[in-house]
DNA sequence: CATCGCGGAGAACGCCCGTTCTCCACCGTC
DNA sequence: GACGGTGGAGAACGGGCGTTCTCCGCGATG
Protein backbone atom coordinates (compact mmCIF):
# COMPACT_ATOMS: atom_id res chain seq x y z
CA UNK A 1 0.00 0.00 0.00
CA UNK A 2 2.64 2.60 0.83
CA UNK A 3 4.52 3.65 -1.37
CA UNK A 4 8.48 3.11 -1.82
CA UNK A 5 10.50 5.85 -4.02
CA UNK A 6 12.38 4.35 -6.62
CA UNK A 7 15.11 5.80 -8.37
CA UNK A 8 13.72 7.37 -11.49
CA UNK A 9 10.20 7.25 -11.09
CA UNK A 10 8.42 10.20 -8.74
CA UNK A 11 6.12 9.26 -5.95
CA UNK A 12 2.70 10.32 -7.03
CA UNK A 13 2.16 12.98 -4.68
CA UNK A 14 5.13 14.65 -6.57
CA UNK A 15 3.27 14.07 -10.03
CA UNK A 16 0.08 15.14 -8.62
CA UNK A 17 1.64 18.19 -7.62
CA UNK A 18 3.28 18.77 -10.74
CA UNK A 19 0.00 18.55 -12.65
CA UNK A 20 -2.20 20.78 -10.53
CA UNK A 21 0.89 23.23 -10.72
CA UNK A 22 0.92 22.93 -14.34
CA UNK A 23 -3.01 23.05 -14.73
CA UNK A 24 -3.58 25.64 -12.05
CA UNK A 25 -0.82 28.07 -14.07
CA UNK A 26 -2.64 27.38 -17.83
CA UNK A 27 -6.81 27.02 -16.59
CA UNK A 28 -6.05 30.62 -14.75
CA UNK A 29 -3.93 32.20 -18.01
CA UNK A 30 -6.06 31.37 -20.59
CA UNK A 31 -9.29 29.30 -19.20
CA UNK A 32 -10.43 25.89 -18.78
CA UNK A 33 -12.31 24.37 -21.54
CA UNK A 34 -9.34 26.55 -23.72
CA UNK A 35 -6.50 24.32 -22.02
CA UNK A 36 -6.98 20.11 -23.45
CA UNK A 37 -5.08 17.38 -21.76
CA UNK A 38 -2.82 16.88 -24.31
CA UNK A 39 -1.37 20.13 -23.70
CA UNK A 40 -1.47 19.65 -19.80
CA UNK A 41 -0.01 16.65 -20.41
CA UNK A 42 3.30 18.19 -22.19
CA UNK A 43 3.12 21.27 -19.64
CA UNK A 44 3.32 18.96 -16.63
CA UNK A 45 5.84 16.64 -18.12
CA UNK A 46 3.92 13.81 -17.25
CA UNK A 47 2.84 10.53 -19.70
CA UNK A 48 -1.18 10.58 -20.10
CA UNK A 49 -1.12 7.41 -18.95
CA UNK A 50 -0.44 8.08 -15.94
CA UNK A 51 -2.59 11.35 -15.67
CA UNK A 52 -5.51 9.26 -15.57
CA UNK A 53 -4.62 6.95 -13.30
CA UNK A 54 -3.71 10.14 -10.89
CA UNK A 55 -7.01 12.01 -11.59
CA UNK A 56 -9.52 10.14 -13.85
CA UNK A 57 -10.73 12.87 -15.82
CA UNK A 58 -10.17 16.72 -16.19
CA UNK A 59 -12.98 17.44 -14.13
CA UNK A 60 -10.96 16.06 -10.71
CA UNK A 61 -8.09 17.89 -11.74
CA UNK A 62 -10.66 21.30 -12.53
CA UNK A 63 -11.88 20.96 -9.09
CA UNK A 64 -8.71 20.05 -7.50
CA UNK A 65 -7.27 23.25 -8.81
CA UNK A 66 -9.94 25.31 -7.43
CA UNK A 67 -9.64 23.47 -4.09
CA UNK A 68 -6.22 24.01 -3.87
CA UNK A 69 -6.67 27.68 -4.95
CA UNK A 70 -9.36 28.24 -2.26
CA UNK A 71 -6.61 26.95 0.14
CA UNK A 72 -4.28 29.01 -1.22
CA UNK A 73 -6.66 32.37 -0.90
CA UNK A 74 -7.63 31.12 2.66
CA UNK A 75 -3.98 31.09 3.95
CA UNK A 76 -3.32 34.30 1.87
CA UNK A 77 -5.84 36.30 3.08
CA UNK A 78 -5.86 35.30 6.79
CA UNK A 79 -1.64 36.33 6.68
CA UNK A 80 -2.82 40.14 5.80
CA UNK A 81 -4.97 40.07 8.04
CA UNK A 82 -3.19 38.30 11.02
CA UNK A 83 -0.23 40.84 10.05
CA UNK A 84 -2.68 43.56 11.36
CA UNK A 85 -3.60 44.63 14.66
CA UNK A 86 -6.99 46.53 15.38
CA UNK A 87 -10.34 44.94 14.43
CA UNK A 88 -10.28 48.00 12.26
CA UNK A 89 -7.37 47.54 10.67
CA UNK A 90 -7.83 43.75 10.18
CA UNK A 91 -10.84 44.43 8.25
CA UNK A 92 -8.98 46.78 5.75
CA UNK A 93 -6.32 44.38 5.33
CA UNK A 94 -8.32 41.93 3.18
CA UNK A 95 -8.02 45.35 0.65
CA UNK A 96 -4.16 45.67 0.92
CA UNK A 97 -3.78 41.95 0.08
CA UNK A 98 -6.13 42.33 -3.09
CA UNK A 99 -3.89 45.46 -3.79
CA UNK A 100 -0.90 43.08 -3.60
CA UNK A 101 -2.22 40.53 -5.52
CA UNK A 102 -3.73 42.68 -8.30
CA UNK A 103 -0.49 43.94 -8.58
CA UNK A 104 1.24 40.96 -9.55
CA UNK A 105 2.14 40.69 -13.53
CA UNK A 106 0.00 37.02 -13.74
CA UNK A 107 -3.38 38.81 -12.58
CA UNK A 108 -5.98 37.46 -14.34
CA UNK A 109 -8.71 37.94 -12.04
CA UNK A 110 -10.83 35.82 -9.39
CA UNK A 111 -10.44 32.04 -10.93
CA UNK A 112 -13.65 31.36 -9.08
CA UNK A 113 -15.60 34.14 -11.07
CA UNK A 114 -13.94 33.28 -13.73
CA UNK A 115 -14.55 29.25 -14.08
CA UNK A 116 -18.31 30.64 -12.85
CA UNK A 117 -19.20 32.24 -15.76
CA UNK A 118 -17.23 29.90 -18.36
CA UNK A 119 -18.96 26.63 -16.43
CA UNK A 120 -21.40 27.73 -14.07
CA UNK A 121 -23.93 27.12 -16.17
CA UNK A 122 -23.27 23.52 -17.23
CA UNK A 123 -21.62 21.98 -14.41
CA UNK A 124 -22.38 21.84 -10.70
CA UNK A 125 -19.68 20.74 -9.63
CA UNK A 126 -17.65 23.70 -10.53
CA UNK A 127 -20.41 25.76 -10.03
CA UNK A 128 -21.02 23.97 -5.96
CA UNK A 129 -17.14 24.35 -5.35
CA UNK A 130 -17.54 28.17 -6.50
CA UNK A 131 -20.60 28.79 -4.25
CA UNK A 132 -18.65 27.37 -1.39
CA UNK A 133 -15.55 29.20 -2.02
CA UNK A 134 -17.40 32.69 -1.94
CA UNK A 135 -19.81 31.33 1.20
CA UNK A 136 -16.62 30.81 3.00
CA UNK A 137 -15.17 34.07 2.72
CA UNK A 138 -18.39 36.27 3.40
CA UNK A 139 -18.73 34.05 6.49
CA UNK A 140 -14.55 34.89 7.00
CA UNK A 141 -15.43 38.61 6.65
CA UNK A 142 -18.36 38.17 8.86
CA UNK A 143 -16.02 36.67 11.93
CA UNK A 144 -13.82 39.76 11.77
CA UNK A 145 -16.81 42.06 11.45
CA UNK A 146 -18.39 40.10 14.56
CA UNK A 147 -14.93 40.77 16.12
CA UNK A 148 -14.46 44.16 15.58
CA UNK A 149 -18.30 44.71 17.07
CA UNK A 150 -19.69 45.91 13.70
CA UNK A 151 -23.31 44.72 12.74
CA UNK A 152 -23.53 41.65 10.54
CA UNK A 153 -25.19 43.86 7.54
CA UNK A 154 -21.62 45.08 7.09
CA UNK A 155 -20.09 42.21 6.60
CA UNK A 156 -21.73 41.46 3.22
CA UNK A 157 -21.30 45.24 2.47
CA UNK A 158 -17.27 44.49 2.39
CA UNK A 159 -17.81 41.13 0.61
CA UNK A 160 -19.38 42.78 -2.10
CA UNK A 161 -16.75 45.38 -1.79
CA UNK A 162 -14.13 42.58 -2.63
CA UNK A 163 -16.07 40.86 -5.46
CA UNK A 164 -16.48 43.98 -6.89
CA UNK A 165 -13.08 45.15 -7.22
CA UNK A 166 -11.58 41.60 -8.05
CA UNK A 167 -14.02 41.87 -11.09
CA UNK A 168 -12.82 45.45 -11.87
CA UNK A 169 -9.19 45.27 -11.25
CA UNK A 170 -9.38 42.09 -13.63
CA UNK A 171 -11.28 43.37 -16.90
CA UNK A 172 -9.86 46.52 -16.69
CA UNK A 173 -6.80 45.23 -16.66
CA UNK A 174 -5.34 47.66 -13.77
CA UNK A 175 -5.21 47.14 -10.18
CA UNK A 176 -6.52 50.73 -8.91
CA UNK A 177 -9.89 49.03 -7.69
CA UNK A 178 -8.18 47.44 -4.80
CA UNK A 179 -7.46 51.28 -3.24
CA UNK A 180 -10.80 52.69 -4.36
CA UNK A 181 -12.43 49.48 -2.35
CA UNK A 182 -10.38 50.10 0.64
CA UNK A 183 -11.18 53.44 0.70
CA UNK A 184 -14.93 52.74 0.66
CA UNK A 185 -14.66 49.71 2.84
CA UNK A 186 -13.04 52.53 5.49
CA UNK A 187 -15.97 54.79 5.27
CA UNK A 188 -18.08 51.90 5.37
CA UNK A 189 -16.44 50.36 8.58
CA UNK A 190 -16.32 54.25 10.05
CA UNK A 191 -19.48 54.86 9.50
CA UNK A 192 -20.60 51.95 11.26
CA UNK A 193 -19.05 53.40 14.27
CA UNK A 194 -17.54 50.32 15.70
CA UNK A 195 -16.43 50.44 19.53
CA UNK A 196 -12.90 51.08 20.52
CA UNK B 1 -29.83 47.29 -53.14
CA UNK B 2 -32.68 47.58 -50.80
CA UNK B 3 -34.64 44.49 -49.70
CA UNK B 4 -38.43 43.83 -51.07
CA UNK B 5 -40.35 41.59 -48.76
CA UNK B 6 -41.16 38.76 -50.37
CA UNK B 7 -44.05 35.99 -48.82
CA UNK B 8 -42.19 33.53 -47.62
CA UNK B 9 -38.92 34.68 -47.12
CA UNK B 10 -38.49 36.97 -43.83
CA UNK B 11 -36.46 39.87 -44.16
CA UNK B 12 -32.72 39.88 -42.99
CA UNK B 13 -32.93 42.61 -40.27
CA UNK B 14 -35.61 40.01 -38.97
CA UNK B 15 -34.23 36.53 -39.21
CA UNK B 16 -30.91 38.75 -37.58
CA UNK B 17 -32.77 39.68 -34.48
CA UNK B 18 -34.17 36.43 -34.19
CA UNK B 19 -30.57 34.71 -34.23
CA UNK B 20 -29.27 37.51 -31.45
CA UNK B 21 -32.85 36.36 -29.53
CA UNK B 22 -31.90 32.85 -29.82
CA UNK B 23 -28.20 33.31 -29.32
CA UNK B 24 -28.60 36.17 -26.60
CA UNK B 25 -30.77 33.33 -24.41
CA UNK B 26 -28.62 30.12 -25.09
CA UNK B 27 -25.10 31.73 -24.42
CA UNK B 28 -26.48 33.47 -21.31
CA UNK B 29 -27.99 30.32 -19.60
CA UNK B 30 -25.63 27.90 -20.70
CA UNK B 31 -22.10 29.89 -21.89
CA UNK B 32 -20.51 30.37 -25.22
CA UNK B 33 -18.68 27.83 -25.87
CA UNK B 34 -21.29 25.69 -24.86
CA UNK B 35 -23.84 26.23 -27.71
CA UNK B 36 -22.78 24.77 -30.77
CA UNK B 37 -24.13 26.62 -34.29
CA UNK B 38 -25.90 23.73 -34.68
CA UNK B 39 -27.87 23.72 -31.55
CA UNK B 40 -28.51 27.97 -32.71
CA UNK B 41 -29.60 26.98 -35.94
CA UNK B 42 -32.24 24.70 -34.71
CA UNK B 43 -33.26 26.68 -31.65
CA UNK B 44 -33.43 30.19 -34.47
CA UNK B 45 -35.11 28.36 -36.91
CA UNK B 46 -32.49 29.67 -39.62
CA UNK B 47 -31.00 27.36 -42.37
CA UNK B 48 -27.35 27.37 -41.84
CA UNK B 49 -26.36 28.73 -45.05
CA UNK B 50 -28.26 31.50 -44.45
CA UNK B 51 -26.70 32.03 -40.69
CA UNK B 52 -23.53 32.10 -42.41
CA UNK B 53 -24.38 34.80 -45.11
CA UNK B 54 -25.73 37.12 -42.34
CA UNK B 55 -22.76 36.73 -39.75
CA UNK B 56 -19.91 34.83 -41.27
CA UNK B 57 -18.55 33.32 -38.49
CA UNK B 58 -19.70 32.79 -34.55
CA UNK B 59 -17.21 35.12 -33.49
CA UNK B 60 -19.36 37.73 -35.04
CA UNK B 61 -22.85 36.39 -33.73
CA UNK B 62 -20.70 36.66 -30.02
CA UNK B 63 -19.56 40.20 -30.87
CA UNK B 64 -23.17 40.94 -31.99
CA UNK B 65 -25.36 39.55 -28.91
CA UNK B 66 -22.59 41.10 -26.10
CA UNK B 67 -23.06 44.88 -28.37
CA UNK B 68 -26.82 44.59 -27.75
CA UNK B 69 -26.51 43.65 -24.28
CA UNK B 70 -24.44 46.41 -23.67
CA UNK B 71 -27.07 48.64 -25.61
CA UNK B 72 -30.25 47.45 -23.64
CA UNK B 73 -28.16 47.13 -20.19
CA UNK B 74 -27.43 51.01 -20.62
CA UNK B 75 -31.17 51.79 -21.79
CA UNK B 76 -32.13 50.29 -18.68
CA UNK B 77 -30.12 51.70 -15.91
CA UNK B 78 -31.07 55.63 -17.85
CA UNK B 79 -34.28 54.52 -17.21
CA UNK B 80 -34.51 53.37 -14.17
CA UNK B 81 -32.45 56.37 -13.14
CA UNK B 82 -34.43 59.06 -14.87
CA UNK B 83 -37.57 57.79 -13.07
CA UNK B 84 -35.93 59.16 -9.99
CA UNK B 85 -36.37 62.72 -9.00
CA UNK B 86 -33.26 63.98 -6.67
CA UNK B 87 -29.79 63.53 -7.44
CA UNK B 88 -28.99 61.53 -4.55
CA UNK B 89 -31.94 59.10 -5.58
CA UNK B 90 -30.50 59.16 -8.87
CA UNK B 91 -27.39 57.21 -7.43
CA UNK B 92 -29.27 54.46 -5.74
CA UNK B 93 -31.58 53.60 -8.54
CA UNK B 94 -28.87 51.90 -10.14
CA UNK B 95 -29.06 49.44 -7.52
CA UNK B 96 -33.16 49.41 -7.24
CA UNK B 97 -32.78 48.48 -10.65
CA UNK B 98 -30.20 45.61 -10.11
CA UNK B 99 -32.56 44.30 -7.77
CA UNK B 100 -35.70 43.93 -10.49
CA UNK B 101 -32.85 42.22 -12.26
CA UNK B 102 -31.65 39.98 -9.65
CA UNK B 103 -35.17 38.86 -8.84
CA UNK B 104 -36.07 37.83 -12.69
CA UNK B 105 -36.10 33.45 -12.73
CA UNK B 106 -33.59 33.44 -15.77
CA UNK B 107 -30.67 35.89 -14.04
CA UNK B 108 -27.46 34.44 -14.21
CA UNK B 109 -25.11 37.28 -13.68
CA UNK B 110 -23.93 39.42 -15.64
CA UNK B 111 -23.22 38.20 -19.13
CA UNK B 112 -19.80 40.52 -19.67
CA UNK B 113 -18.58 39.00 -16.73
CA UNK B 114 -19.14 35.32 -17.40
CA UNK B 115 -18.03 35.89 -21.20
CA UNK B 116 -14.95 37.52 -19.83
CA UNK B 117 -14.27 34.30 -17.76
CA UNK B 118 -15.09 32.17 -20.56
CA UNK B 119 -13.28 33.96 -23.44
CA UNK B 120 -10.90 36.72 -21.83
CA UNK B 121 -7.73 35.33 -21.94
CA UNK B 122 -8.27 34.18 -25.36
CA UNK B 123 -10.54 36.25 -27.50
CA UNK B 124 -9.29 39.54 -27.57
CA UNK B 125 -12.38 40.94 -29.19
CA UNK B 126 -14.77 39.78 -26.31
CA UNK B 127 -12.05 41.41 -23.62
CA UNK B 128 -11.98 44.60 -26.12
CA UNK B 129 -16.03 44.70 -25.75
CA UNK B 130 -16.14 43.68 -22.33
CA UNK B 131 -13.74 46.12 -21.26
CA UNK B 132 -15.56 49.18 -23.24
CA UNK B 133 -18.94 48.03 -21.76
CA UNK B 134 -17.41 48.01 -18.40
CA UNK B 135 -15.93 51.54 -18.82
CA UNK B 136 -19.00 53.42 -20.41
CA UNK B 137 -20.77 52.33 -16.80
CA UNK B 138 -17.96 53.83 -14.80
CA UNK B 139 -17.86 56.74 -17.03
CA UNK B 140 -22.35 57.17 -16.51
CA UNK B 141 -22.19 56.94 -12.84
CA UNK B 142 -19.25 59.27 -13.13
CA UNK B 143 -21.55 62.08 -14.33
CA UNK B 144 -24.36 60.92 -12.19
CA UNK B 145 -21.90 61.63 -9.11
CA UNK B 146 -20.44 64.56 -10.80
CA UNK B 147 -24.17 66.20 -11.24
CA UNK B 148 -24.90 65.17 -7.88
CA UNK B 149 -21.68 67.12 -6.77
CA UNK B 150 -19.91 64.48 -5.60
CA UNK B 151 -16.37 63.60 -5.66
CA UNK B 152 -15.02 61.77 -8.52
CA UNK B 153 -13.50 59.07 -6.02
CA UNK B 154 -17.16 58.24 -4.78
CA UNK B 155 -17.92 57.15 -8.36
CA UNK B 156 -15.60 54.25 -8.51
CA UNK B 157 -16.39 53.38 -5.49
CA UNK B 158 -20.24 53.05 -6.60
CA UNK B 159 -19.07 51.31 -9.62
CA UNK B 160 -17.70 48.83 -7.74
CA UNK B 161 -20.68 47.92 -5.32
CA UNK B 162 -22.26 47.33 -8.38
CA UNK B 163 -19.72 44.96 -9.60
CA UNK B 164 -20.00 43.08 -6.61
CA UNK B 165 -23.28 43.01 -6.44
CA UNK B 166 -23.83 41.50 -9.55
CA UNK B 167 -20.81 38.66 -9.22
CA UNK B 168 -22.27 37.95 -5.99
CA UNK B 169 -25.56 37.56 -6.51
CA UNK B 170 -24.99 35.37 -9.61
CA UNK B 171 -22.91 32.76 -7.51
CA UNK B 172 -24.95 32.99 -4.18
CA UNK B 173 -27.74 32.37 -6.74
CA UNK B 174 -29.87 34.94 -4.31
CA UNK B 175 -31.04 39.13 -5.50
CA UNK B 176 -29.97 40.18 -1.23
CA UNK B 177 -26.83 41.61 -2.60
CA UNK B 178 -28.72 44.38 -4.25
CA UNK B 179 -30.20 46.07 -1.54
CA UNK B 180 -26.80 45.24 0.64
CA UNK B 181 -25.27 47.69 -1.83
CA UNK B 182 -27.69 49.97 -2.20
CA UNK B 183 -27.63 50.05 1.78
CA UNK B 184 -23.65 50.35 1.03
CA UNK B 185 -24.12 52.91 -1.60
CA UNK B 186 -26.43 54.99 0.32
CA UNK B 187 -23.75 55.21 3.15
CA UNK B 188 -21.24 56.29 0.98
CA UNK B 189 -22.92 58.79 -0.69
CA UNK B 190 -24.23 60.48 2.63
CA UNK B 191 -20.64 60.05 3.82
CA UNK B 192 -19.49 61.96 0.68
CA UNK B 193 -21.65 65.01 2.51
CA UNK B 194 -23.55 65.66 -0.86
CA UNK B 195 -24.73 69.32 -1.31
CA UNK B 196 -28.40 69.60 -1.15
C1' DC C 1 -44.19 24.16 -70.52
C1' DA C 2 -39.05 24.11 -70.19
C1' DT C 3 -35.36 26.35 -67.93
C1' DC C 4 -32.77 28.92 -64.79
C1' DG C 5 -31.40 30.34 -60.41
C1' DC C 6 -31.94 30.94 -55.70
C1' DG C 7 -32.86 29.46 -51.10
C1' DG C 8 -33.98 25.70 -47.58
C1' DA C 9 -32.48 21.52 -45.11
C1' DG C 10 -29.07 19.11 -43.49
C1' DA C 11 -25.06 16.06 -44.61
C1' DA C 12 -20.03 16.32 -45.10
C1' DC C 13 -15.46 17.86 -43.88
C1' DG C 14 -11.51 18.79 -41.22
C1' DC C 15 -10.10 19.58 -36.78
C1' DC C 16 -9.73 19.21 -31.82
C1' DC C 17 -11.14 17.28 -27.51
C1' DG C 18 -11.26 13.72 -23.63
C1' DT C 19 -10.28 9.16 -23.05
C1' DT C 20 -8.37 4.60 -24.05
C1' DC C 21 -5.24 1.41 -26.18
C1' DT C 22 -1.03 -0.29 -28.27
C1' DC C 23 3.61 -0.91 -28.51
C1' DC C 24 8.12 -1.18 -26.64
C1' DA C 25 12.05 -0.46 -23.53
C1' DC C 26 13.50 -1.62 -19.12
C1' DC C 27 13.49 -3.73 -14.58
C1' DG C 28 13.68 -7.58 -11.12
C1' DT C 29 13.70 -12.57 -10.81
C1' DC C 30 15.19 -17.54 -11.69
C1' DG D 1 20.71 -14.89 -20.15
C1' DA D 2 15.58 -15.73 -20.66
C1' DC D 3 11.27 -13.91 -19.14
C1' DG D 4 7.22 -11.66 -17.17
C1' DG D 5 5.40 -7.47 -15.96
C1' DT D 6 5.30 -2.58 -15.29
C1' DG D 7 5.48 2.06 -16.89
C1' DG D 8 6.66 5.65 -20.66
C1' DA D 9 5.39 7.75 -25.13
C1' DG D 10 2.13 8.71 -28.10
C1' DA D 11 -1.21 6.93 -31.61
C1' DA D 12 -6.12 5.63 -32.01
C1' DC D 13 -10.94 6.29 -31.24
C1' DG D 14 -15.43 8.21 -30.81
C1' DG D 15 -17.72 12.37 -30.58
C1' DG D 16 -18.58 17.31 -31.14
C1' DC D 17 -17.25 21.60 -32.93
C1' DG D 18 -17.26 25.53 -36.71
C1' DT D 19 -17.67 25.85 -41.38
C1' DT D 20 -18.71 24.51 -46.14
C1' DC D 21 -20.98 21.89 -49.70
C1' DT D 22 -24.50 19.21 -51.97
C1' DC D 23 -28.88 18.26 -53.26
C1' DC D 24 -33.63 19.33 -54.02
C1' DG D 25 -37.87 21.97 -54.52
C1' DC D 26 -39.94 26.10 -56.01
C1' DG D 27 -40.97 30.39 -58.27
C1' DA D 28 -39.87 33.60 -62.02
C1' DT D 29 -39.11 34.17 -66.93
C1' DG D 30 -39.33 33.28 -72.13
Redo the contacts between chains.
Keep these: MSQVRTAGRPLDDELRERVLDAADRLYY ?3 I ?2 VGMDELRTAAGVPMKRLYALFGAKDAIVAEVLRRRSAQWETGVRAAVDAATSPRERLLAVYDHLAAWFGQTDF ?2 CI ?11 SPEVAAI ?2 AH ?2 AFQDYVAGLVADAGGPP ?1 LA ?2 L ?10 A ?4 TP ?2 AV ?2 R ?2 AA ?2 V ?2 AGLPG
Design positions: ERGQAHGFINSFGELGGCVRKAAAQAILAEGAQTTAIAGEAQAAATLDA
